[in-house]
């Protein structure tokens, strides 16, 4: 099975696929941002860097959604490839930090991956508010996110909340980060495995 964690920066997102990895067993993917060549200048310089960075995930993504798919683990995944066509890259398009031309030839190529691949099993969308996203980025410390804006955060909030509104590709379970402390409570953890056992239930009964 193909499991996969959607969510906004600083959703925890990689604290909740280690987490869940753990307690099933399942083996883990992670968007590795610290070997990303293009992060730290995309956050410097958005918008000439912003069709190279997201050029980088899809073709990375892609290779993991491959990889997934050809073995035989159950695999729990950090993000998923639809975030980036669906929220990043129109987000980058739209505050004119891509060009029409550069989001069009992103756009075509996405598509044509998407149809040599398969949508996740299960989707676990974590929802939070920009405060609880502040909070979290900060928390971590990681130097290049310093430079995210407020506003940035906002915008990408509202493009994940049109798209899990209309998703329909799969099973879907949303997590309010705002009141769901994972990290910390083992009570709040054990809300979501007991959502998630409801439907992988369903999933085995297929």
Known sequence: MHIAIAGNIGSGKTTLTSLLAKHYKWHPHFEDADDNPYLNDFYEDMQRWSFNLQVYFLNSRFSQILDIRKGNKTVIQDRTIYEDAYIFAPNLHSMGLMTTR??????SLFKLMEGLVKAP????????SVPTLVKQIQKRGRDYENA?????LKRLNERY???????ESGRLVIIDV??????????????????IEGELHGLFKK
């Open 102 to 107: 550069d989001f069009d030839n992103y756009f």
């Open 121 to 128: 099993d299960l989707l676990i969308y974590l929802r939070a």
């Open 148 to 152: 995210i804006r407020l506003d940035y």
């Open 161 to 167: 909340e049109a798209w899990i509104s209309t998703y």
């Open 178 to 195: 705002d009141v769901n402390n994972f990290s910390e409570k083992a009570e709040d953890l054990g809300k979501i495995i007991n959502a």
